[in-house]
């Protein structure tokens, strides 16, 4: 405003009140949100003091010979924190997104350093937040009806072949779909493959730069949890509801898995053919 009490309109400048946030409160915290089942967000900040505090106890050389890490914590009712692993981070990154392989569970995490000899010292901890379970819930209502015209339409558009059914079936069958892919992580045939890390994920000899990559073939399926079914002419045994899977390795070329049902008095049966083709190139370095 002018000093006669008038707005000056060539002032666009924002007012004092109005400037950016400090990007910093002087205070070392941490706090863990949560995204989604398998997603959560960690910010935090580490003062000079604290810093300072960490090298007293430590060692002024303490920051150079640790690691700067993010400790995730999976936290049990009967024992507090359980299991964990380290996410190596740059402190100065103030926040990171977190990713951990099992939903429904609590976690929390601690940013810190990760000495040679295994210590780890703990410069902040966060809260503990509990991630929803990402799978469909166990409750289904048969009774339960879409009012709306357009439901079918919406399920063919979604990829849910179940155009037909009741409310009810659909349901079931949604989460049916959702325990045979979970299955996929949880059980695999006994004439399947070990994952990469235990087969391919070895640094080469002499290399200073390297990579190295791999990828299994998952199939999966289900029919009447009495029926005998094979895959390329080998019986699959079949889990209590009727659902099956199993991991392949997946070499270069074409991969003929014939999939056959057969009912259980052999009066029915069902095939589907799937076939998969495999090319990987290199760039020969």
């Not at 640790?66 to 740059?90: C, L, N, W």
């Not at 357009?150 to 179940?162: I, P, R």
Request: charged share 25%; hydrophobic share 35%.
């Amino acid at each position: 405003m002018t000093s006669s009490g008038q707005i000056n309109k060539n002032n666009t400048a924002p007012e004092a009140e109005h400037k950016a946030l400090s990007d910093s409160y002087g205070t070392t915290e941490a706090s863990l949100l949560p995204r989604d089942p398998n997603w959560m967000f960690l910010y935090w900040e580490i003062t000079e003091n604290s810093r300072q505090e960490i090298c007293r106890l430590h060692g002024a050389d303490i920051f150079q010979k640790s690691r700067q890490v993010i400790r995730v914590h999976e936290v049990t009712a009967a024992a507090g924190s359980g299991k964990y692993f380290d996410i190596p981070v740059m402190h100065d990154a103030k926040s990171w997104y977190v990713n951990v392989q099992e939903g429904g569970r609590a976690y929390c995490c601690e940013v810190g350093l990760a000495l040679p000899d295994g210590t780890f010292i703990s410069i902040v901890k966060t809260n503990t937040v509990n991630l929803p379970a990402g799978r469909v819930s166990d409750v289904t209502d048969e009774k339960w009806m879409a009012v709306t015209a357009d439901f079918d339409k919406l399920l063919q558009l979604s990829g849910v072949e179940y155009i037909g059914k009741g409310s009810g079936e659909v349901a079931k069958s949604l989460a049916q779909r959702w325990e045979m892919l979970r299955a996929v992580f949880s059980r695999a045939s006994s004439w399947g493959v070990g994952s990469m890390s235990s087969q391919t994920a070895h640094k080469p000899e002499q290399k200073k730069f390297w990579l190295v990559a791999d990828c299994e073939l998952i199939l999966y399926g289900a029919t009447e949890p009495d029926a005998f079914v094979t895959v390329s002419g080998r019986r699959v045994n079949l889990n209590p509801d009727g659902t099956f899977s199993m991991r392949f390795a997946l070499p270069d070329g074409i991969i003929d898995l014939p999939v056959k049902a057969v009912s259980k008095d052999e009066t029915d049966s069902r095939e589907i053919g799937i076939k998969v083709t495999r090319a990987t190139t290199t760039d020969g370095k």
